[in-house]
């Protein structure tokens, strides 16, 4: 079965300009995560989705990340501007459900802001 | 407030040897607690998963405990390997609410196993 998929691995940009994550969730999970996690810290959920509606995205900083996920496949979190505070890894994670169930992790996008 | 402590924050120790990790938390009310380990440059991968009615789980060298009454849990590392370097998260689950689950992720224990 295959994982998580997330890309790019590692980017570098400076602050005030965008960037954009891609994701691609393990077949057949309905509900697909974006986390931030930064250095020594655990993950903080960004938003989930179920299918591709939202479910929650109370901790989305909706000023500057944005996030779809079109055909309730593939999903993309974008930051425009980038701040140096968003220099983190974005992880994305899938599941069956929303019922507390395992959570699958991609390896995370690491974000560098200059 | 829904919070999970981790201690310690790191933890060194020597090839072959065992350790325990722990966790407190205050999520109410309770679904299940996980153990994540997260090696660098890794996404988090799922060790344990216990339930209310669980107090002990195993996954290999690892055994998971869970005392719901105090609301603690620990991670134990029996002989350690230098593969077991990593970071391990305490991650609990409320229970649904407006058909969602809310995870709360504790800050992780960094392990470093040394030869």
């Known amino acids: 079965e295959a994982g998580v998929a997330q890309s790019p691995r590692y980017k570098i940009i400076e602050k005030r300009q965008s960037v954009a994550f891609w994701c691609n969730p393990i077949?057949?999970?309905?509900?697909l995560y974006w986390y931030q996690q930064i250095l020594g810290q655990g993950p903080k959920l960004l938003i989930q989705?179920?299918?591709?509606?939202?479910v929650d995205d109370s901790q989305l900083p909706k000023d500057r990340f944005s996030a779809e996920r079109l055909k309730g496949v593939d999903s993309t979190l974008k930051i425009q501007p980038a701040k140096l505070e968003d220099s983190a890894v974005y992880l994305c994670?899938?599941?069956w459900g929303t019922g507390g169930g395992e959570q699958y992790f991609g390896p995370g996008t690491r974000l560098t802001v200059t | 407030k829904n919070q999970v402590e981790q201690s310690p924050q790191s933890l060194i120790i020597l090839e072959g040897k065992n350790c325990t990790l722990q966790?407190?938390?205050?999520?109410?009310?309770?679904?299940?607690l996980r153990w994540y380990k997260q090696d660098t440059g890794r996404g988090p991968v799922s060790l344990t998963i216990m339930t209310f009615s669980e107090n002990t789980k195993s996954n290999g060298r690892y055994t998971a405990t869970l005392d719901a009454d105090t609301k603690q849990s620990s991670l134990h590392i029996t002989a350690s390997q230098l593969s077991d370097s990593a970071s391990y998260i305490c991650v609990v689950s409320a229970l649904p609410r407006e058909g969602n689950t809310p995870l709360v992720f504790g800050k992780g224990t960094r392990l470093s196993v040394i030869a």
């Open positions: 077949s057949g999970h309905a509900t």
């Open positions: 989705f179920q299918n591709n509606g939202v």
């Open positions: 994670a899938s599941s």
């Open positions: 966790c407190n938390y205050t999520v109410s009310p309770f679904s299940n």
